[in-house]
């Protein structure tokens, strides 16, 4: 109850200096914090898209010309008296002094009411010519260590653009990004729950800020645990500074057989071949895992893993291109990962692409995102990790991004022409003197300006993407490095720095801010370049741990202190089924054209890898079940990873798998063909699909029931060695990298 009063009691002091103490209170600075805060302008109550109860505002106060009116012209201006103020339907309403489908907002006499009646009172003016807007917003104390069951109260700063800062913790809209850590109340305190960290958000006007509260683990761990730890690079630095302060215990180095299969799936998503196992387990150099490293970043496969991937974020496929098209680009994109081009280099070439989509494919981007929306809201996320969706229509209701910024960004695309090529599937892209992307709301064209960058003249006759590239290339750029650093990162590790990977905003902070920071440093020091980032990460000690949790680190899932296992994607699975029951798959089917009929069949050489298609669009049942890129939105979301009963019954009943084992040419066919022993086959398919030889318990169970095979005849055993394939390809340990 204190707190309460202590704010009442700050409110004339707070707000005084908006206009003076005698003066009516500020509407954009002052009557919009408390809808805000209170909740009447969220998308639950009066800022849905269709209002509530007669009554629609703007979604978080982001249009105050448009709630002015609202509030003082419709419904026959009969929300403010202004003669009788405290006769104001908005004052009765909001007190529930009438009947209100939103309940009690705020309590007769206190400092909101009072300054809701003030403004009444005053004439209910509305956004006033020259008055400060809000610059910047502070969230003190900006970190903090505690214990469970501790409580903090945390204080909001204002800056205006007239200098002056302002106390509007009272005002501010509170969140915590891990409740089971922290939880925060609508007054600002916050109280710790459990161990782990949590980041406090704080949201008022249009501007957000971040705080973190850390609550070590209870662990008893000795601190040469840390020091003794192994420290191979800045990543090993950071990560263990973090690992240290939350008392989690990091697990041991993994061994060269899982570093080795890892490695392999991680970078080039093949399995090693037994040799190649053979010759790294005997090989007795010390730098034997960074000479895998640099050999397999050479690889042939390293370019079709890495192609198919960044064709999966650039949304290559026939869906919205011709097949000329579509192989145009795909070939642009593998031959930037060949030739290990810097990453602003090939976002620079896709932002200002023109000219022929087949002599030039990275064209073909403005022919998949042909709407001025599509393009900005698919720029942001594909290289700034960030979706600024909402904006299209109002604010962003979670960050600092606003309706104005998205229709300025738009309109650095707005003079862009596309016009169809004299041959079959070809399109022209080019830069157009005149035209303009406008406003949803206003209506008119806004300064072309990217997102926090400097507006360019409207009549400036270059190309406006220029301007564009300029500026998300630049070093000073916060969002560009970072938002392909966590892609990456989150490859290798399992879990992005930020998750999900293509969610980098303010109120979604990274698990480890240090080597977030440490990382894009790094990599915007090395020219963009992403093969060195690779590197970096492979031969850091966080990568080279064991999966093997500790009691200490068994509920860590994003500091780091182990290997984290995940499942294969689907086109990975697919080719390794190939591989090791040494049976291609045929890719000769059908593709879907972007109105769901077909296309031309196209028949893919035998021998191609499903890592090596350009086109999403072709058919698999086996490439759907386990959760395959569609390739229609910009959204990490489109892949999955969940396990699902349409993945059990394809490999049950399906027939990609059992079709590959029943096959003649099968490695089974083969391995019964030359007459090899039980023991040989189960070592063989562990050392080929496992990447390490069975243990004796392992032996002891498959050999007595091939053995038993063997006494019933060729057609019995058969059937046991493909049902041991069987039972090998569809363990978790093959379906998962470890």
């Known amino acids: 109850m204190m707190h309460r009063l202590l704010y009442a009691s700050l409110v004339p002091l707070l707000f005084a200096s908006f206009a003076g103490a005698a003066e009516v209170p500020s509407f954009r600075n002052q009557i919009i914090p408390i809808l805000t805060k209170t ?104 970190s903090a260590m505690a214990k469970p069951k501790d409580t903090l109260r945390v204080t909001v700063k204002g800056t205006y653009s007239d200098g002056t800062i302002r106390d509007v913790t009272a005002w501010t809209k509170f969140g915590s990004s891990e409740e089971p850590v922290a939880t925060v109340d609508d007054d600002g305190q916050v109280t710790v729950v459990t161990s782990g960290e949590a980041a406090i958000t704080a949201n008022f006007g249009s501007r957000v800020a971040t705080m973190t509260v850390t609550v070590p683990y209870t662990n008893a761990v000795a601190d040469d645990v840390y020091t003794k730890s192994p420290r191979r690079n800045f990543i090993d630095e950071h990560v263990l500074r973090k690992l240290q302060l939350l008392k989690i215990a990091p697990s041991g180095t993994c061994t060269d057989t899982e570093f080795l299969r890892r490695a392999y799936l991680d970078s080039c998503g093949i399995l090693p071949k037994p040799e190649e196992l053979q010759a790294f387990l005997v090989d007795a150099r010390i730098d034997k895992r960074e000479k895998v490293i640099d050999a397999l970043l050479a690889r042939p496969e390293f370019t079709d893993y890495w192609a198919h991937k960044w064709s999966d974020l650039l949304l290559v496929s026939s869906k919205r291109l011709p097949q ?69 229509c109002h604010n962003h209701p979670l960050e600092k991004w606003t309706q104005d910024q998205y229709w300025s960004m ?39 300006t990217p997102l926090d960058g400097k ?56 698990t480890n801010r240090e080597l977030f ?121 489109e892949r999955t990873s969940d396990s699902s009963v349409s993945q059990a019954l394809h490999l049950n009943n399906g027939q990609t798998l059992n079709d590959k084992l029943r096959d003649k040419t099968s490695r089974v066919s083969i391995w019964l063909g030359d007459k090899s022993t039980d023991e040989e086959i189960v070592g063989r398919l562990y050392r080929l699909a496992l990447s390490r030889e069975p243990n004796a318990a392992e032996k002891a169970k498959l050999l007595p029931i091939l053995a038993a095979a063997n006494k019933e005849g060729p057609a019995a055993r058969r059937e046991a060695v493909e049902d041991l394939f069987w039972a090998v390809l569809t363990s978790q340990e093959f379906l998962f990298n470890r």
């Not at 001025?372 to 942001?380: A, N, Q, R, Y």
């Not at 650095?412 to 709301?441: I, M, W």
């Not at 969002?479 to 303010?506: P, S, T």
């Open 39 to 142: 909740g009447c302008n969220s998308g639950a109550c009066h800022g849905a898209l269709a209002g509530k109860g007669g009554l629609k505002l703007s979604l978080r106060g982001f249009d105050p010309e448009s709630d002015h009116h609202v509030l003082t012209r419709q419904a026959l201006a009969r929300r403010v008296d202004l003669t009788n103020a405290a006769d104001s339907l908005l004052l009765k309403k909001v007190t529930r002094t009438m009947p209100h489908g939103g309940g009690r907002r705020i309590e007769e006499g206190s400092a909101n009411y009072t300054l809701l009646l003030d403004w009444v009172r005053g004439g209910a003016m509305g956004p006033r010519e020259g008055e400060p807007d809000l610059k910047s917003l502070e969230l003190l104390p900006k």
């Open 324 to 392: 000329p098209a579509v192989w145009a680009f795909y070939r642009k994109v593998r031959q930037s990962v060949s030739e290990n081009q810097p990453w602003d280099q090939f976002a620079r070439e896709i932002l200002t692409a023109s000219g022929s989509t087949i002599t030039n494919g990275a064209a073909g981007y403005f022919v998949i995102h042909k709407d001025v929306s599509d393009l900005v809201e698919s720029t942001t996320v594909t290289f700034l990790g960030t979706s600024i969706n909402c904006c299209r």
């Open 410 to 448: 738009a309109n650095l695309f707005g003079r862009v022409g596309l016009k169809n090529g004299e041959r079959a599937g070809e399109v022209y892209v080019q830069s157009l003197p005149t035209g303009d992307a406008l406003h949803l709301r206003r209506g008119i064209a806004m300064p072309p």
């Open 455 to 510: 507006p360019m003249a409207a009549d400036v006759a270059t190309d406006r993407r220029e301007a564009l590239a300029d500026w998300m290339t630049a070093k000073e750029n916060p969002y560009f490095a970072k938002a392909v650093i966590n892609r990456i990162w989150r490859n290798y590790m399992g879990r992005g720095l930020v998750e999900a990977e293509d969610d980098l905003r303010e109120t979604n902070p990274p």
């Open 517 to 637: 920071d440490a990382l894009a440093n790094d990599f915007i020091g090395h020219k963009y370049d992403v093969k060195h980032l690779m590197r970096t990460i492979l031969n850091s000690a966080a990568y080279q741990r064991s999966a093997q949790p500790l009691p200490t680190n068994a509920s860590d899932d994003r500091f780091y202190s182990r290997y984290l296992l995940r499942r294969l994607s689907a086109e990975v699975i697919l080719d390794a089924y190939s591989d090791v029951a040494n049976v291609p798959t045929p890719f000769n089917v059908l593709s879907l054209g972007a109105s769901g009929g077909t296309q031309n069949s196209t028949n893919y050489p035998t021998g191609t890898r499903a890592m090596q298609l350009p086109d999403s669009q072709l058919v698999s049942q086996f490439l759907d079940a386990f959760g395959r890129a569609e390739r229609g939105q910009t959204c990490s979301c």
